[in-house]
């Protein structure tokens, strides 16, 4: 029988949120860029990775676990949960644990919200929040940024804007301490301070993706503030510092009530046993994370001094990322990058199209963008 169905057929018969839905653009894997181009030895900045690698230890129990495979996981996840409920001095029913912390966010959009419900979060935040929240075909209250001459922080989350932001229907707020793109952050008083205007039928969440790179007296209280704020959902991943990103995983710690919905949404095997012991290990591997850490600072004044010679902005940062003002067209000027083998993330999707956001890497990989930009920025 002949098809009777035409080009953009099958778009017409998904749901009305999706049929709006841009795809969230990954940054360019090194394989693909090098097999496009015939080159070798290119460097990826693109999608603030820990340059490190994986630590050793984790290394070990992946190798050991790799026969085992042929099991289905632990689909409770009970001994990372209970290691991070240890870590967090939190009970492990606080806990849920993602295929990374994309997916918790996007259980709570999944558990909370529908067509009649809006979602706040800022301009220039994390991508994947307009994403979630469309694809449930709610709508998304984006609240104005701080402006790019702000004294403290250029294009960082304003918390009046946010708030003007909230309507009777309002079911969820999405904070990145610090944000991706920007790197920007608000203190923990600041912080405080929002949570309290915020009506306690609103979840709240405060995605800390890079909280490790953050100076500790940034860093929340977050069981603290889990018993002050039971609407509150703090989203953490082991994909930046613990170098695991491509294991996928991540967690929430929430109230247990709200625990216990995301549980009810999730697929029963979401996290994979390779990752949930990996992520155990990662998290025994504290000299790893403090080199990392310590990398990223040392890399953070390499790059920002760089920066500053070259009369280039950029906008401050507690991440392992910097946005960089490079006062031409980003997607033009990330061509040209990557013709030399260096991929960094243009952010013109963002409404940033004059910057470029560049992740944190070696030494010797930030001398090699910074030469190479030198050289873009020449020609
Ligand atoms: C702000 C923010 N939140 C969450 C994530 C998601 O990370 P993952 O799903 O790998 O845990 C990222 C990744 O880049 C991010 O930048």
Known sequence: MASSFSEGAFLKLATEGVQQLVPYQPGKPVEELERELGIANSIKLASNENPLGPGPQALEVIKDLLPSINYYPDGGGYALSEKLAQKHQVDAANITLGNGSNDILELVTRAF??????????????????????AVGARANIAPAFAEDHATMPLGHDPEA?????????????IANPNNPTGTWLTPAQLEDLFASIAQDII????????EYMDENLRPPIKQWLEKFPNLVVTQTFSKVYALAGLRIGYSISNPEIADI???VRQPFNTNLLAQSAAIASLDDTEHVTKSVAMNNAGKQFLQQAFDDMQLAHLPTMGNFISVNVKQNGAALY????????????????DMPEYLRVTIGTQSQNERFIDTLKQCLES
């Open 262 to 264: 995301l549980n009810r």
């Open 204 to 211: 709240i969440v405060l995605d800390l993706a890079y909280t």
């Open 335 to 350: 061509d040209r990058l990557l013709q030399q083998g260096v991929i960094v993330r243009p952010v013109a999707n963002y």
């Open 162 to 174: 946010l708030l003007s932001q909230i309507e009777d229907n309002t079911r969820i707020i999405f």
């Open 113 to 134: 919200l529908t067509p009649q419900h809006s979602a706040v979060f800022s301009e220039y935040s994390f991508a994947v929040y307009p994403i979630v929240v469309q």
